[in-house]
């Protein structure tokens, strides 16, 4: 039987790989929150590359700016917007202007969040609860929910979290944000069926420690980052766009069999609940 096997993969190769042109994004429109730096960013120039017309956005408009002048020159696609994912209003006007300017929406990247508290979760307040939970759990499924409907429209497509390694293993000071990013490991796993039934993949991404401004107070500080390295099997920081890149392969066709998944990206550090 094996010998069939082989025998038909060298008569016909792409029965053995996919072409890669199955994995264009163009005609395709992706959402990326909180994308004008780091993760982000990072992920909007690797779908963009790969055809996609992105949609990035961000709580400030010099950083809007800064971002679409940035895509632009890298021949990518790009519509810029502000938009504090926190607020309802403002994530209603993300989708309605998304589907305003490119007629659809195929792919949406959740990434914005926040942390405000560092130090030992007993002092953690209701109010940096409330904030978290809010931004970094409740706001990536309200979007969800937003924009499955007009996903559906389009005859699928696909939603990717961005959660942590700390959702894996908490972070002595980051205890808070730590259980935000372990809720969406969870949420990924129960969006992932109800979804499914309309072509829509659901997955998400843990970022190891990435050399972003959001994870300076990490990757700076040496105490830290040698407790770190002592985890890794590859032995350094992260890039943002090492994160892009599996963002971006999750919403395409070579991810096409994927749905409920979390990918870790770690540099090697042994992630399980």
């Known amino acids: 039987m094996l010998k069939s096997v082989f025998r038909c993969l060298r008569t016909n190769p792409v029965a053995g790989h996919r072409s890669m042109s199955q994995s264009s994004l163009a005609g395709k429109v992706a959402i990326v929150t909180a994308s004008t730096d780091g993760i982000g960013l990072a992920a909007a120039q690797a779908l963009g590359k790969r055809g996609a017309h992105v949609v990035v956005s961000s709580r400030w408009q010099t950083n809007v700016d800064k971002a679409v002048a940035l895509l632009q020159s890298q021949s990518i696609q790009v519509t810029g917007t502000t938009c504090n994912v926190g607020k309802g209003e403002d994530r209603e006007k993300l989708v309605q202007m998304t589907l305003e300017k490119c007629g659809g929406i195929d ?55 961005v959660s942590s390694v700390a959702g894996y293993q908490p972070m002595q000071a980051l205890g808070p944000y730590s259980v935000s990013k372990t809720a969406l490991l969870g949420l990924t796993r129960a969006l992932a069926p109800e979804l499914a039934q309309d072509n829509i993949r659901v997955n998400c991404v843990a970022p190891g420690v990435i050399k972003t401004r959001f994870s300076s107070a990490l990757w700076q500080n040496e105490d830290i980052m040698d407790d770190f390295k002592r985890q890794l099997s590859i032995k350094r920081v992260g890039e943002p766009e090492e994160i892009g890149g599996v963002i971006a392969f999750l919403c395409s066709e070579e991810a096409s069999y994927i749905t409920g998944e979390t990918i870790t990206v770690t540099g090697g550090i042994g992630c399980r609940l």
């Open 107 to 161: 792919i949406l990247v959740s990434n914005a969040a926040v942390n405000p508290f560092f130090g030992n979760i007993m002092e953690s307040t209701e109010e940096v609860w409330d904030k978290i939970l809010s931004v970094n759990v409740k706001a990536s499924f309200l979007m969800t929910k937003l924009v499955v409907p007009h996903m559906a429209k389009r005859g699928g497509g696909n939603v990717v979290f």
